[in-house]
Structure formats: C-alpha cells, structure tokens
C-alpha cells in the first residue's frame, strides 16, 4: 500500500503485515484512523480504517486438502 505524506509529498510503501496489524489495532481500540509516520519528515499521517480494509489481506477460511498436483512424468528412452 503507498502511502504520501500530506506534508512534504514523500510517498512510501507500508508493509501488508503492518496493514494487517493497523486493521487489527484499529477494530479492537474502535479507531478510525491509523497513524502512519513519515520516514522522510516524521510527520504523522492520518489513514482511514476503511482505506487500510482495502488492501489488508482478507483472513478468509481456506479449503485445505484439495491441492492440485499434477505430475508430468516423462520418460526419457534412452538408446543405446
Ligand atoms: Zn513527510
């Protein structure tokens, strides 16, 4: 997720684990906005929770057991 800093313009990725964990933070504290600082200024950015909801990662169940697996066997004939 790009961030850019609303004071000098600096623009600058957070991390999915980071956005994962804002979400999480944010929900459990019932806090709309997650304080993102600037690595260039150290000015503090403002985001939305709903602006993190979209790029954090969805924990959704995942069907385990049903993996594909295909296997190419080819046999190399050897002449000799
Ligand atoms: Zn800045």
Not at 4 to 20: D, V
Not at 23 to 33: D, I, P, T
Not at 42 to 57: C, D, M, V, W
Not at 67 to 74: D, F, I, L
């Amino acid at each position: 997720m790009q961030i850019r800093c609303y004071r000098c313009g600096w623009s600058f990725a957070l991390k999915k684990e980071e956005i994962t964990f804002a979400v999480e933070a944010l929900e459990e504290s019932g806090g709309v906005h997650y304080d993102v600082r600037c690595q260039r200024c150290r000015h503090t950015n403002k985001i939305s929770l709903e602006q993190l909801r979209k790029f954090a990662p969805r924990v959704e169940e995942t069907e385990e057991g049903e993996e594909r697996a295909e296997q190419e066997t080819n046999e190399e004939e050897q002449n000799t």
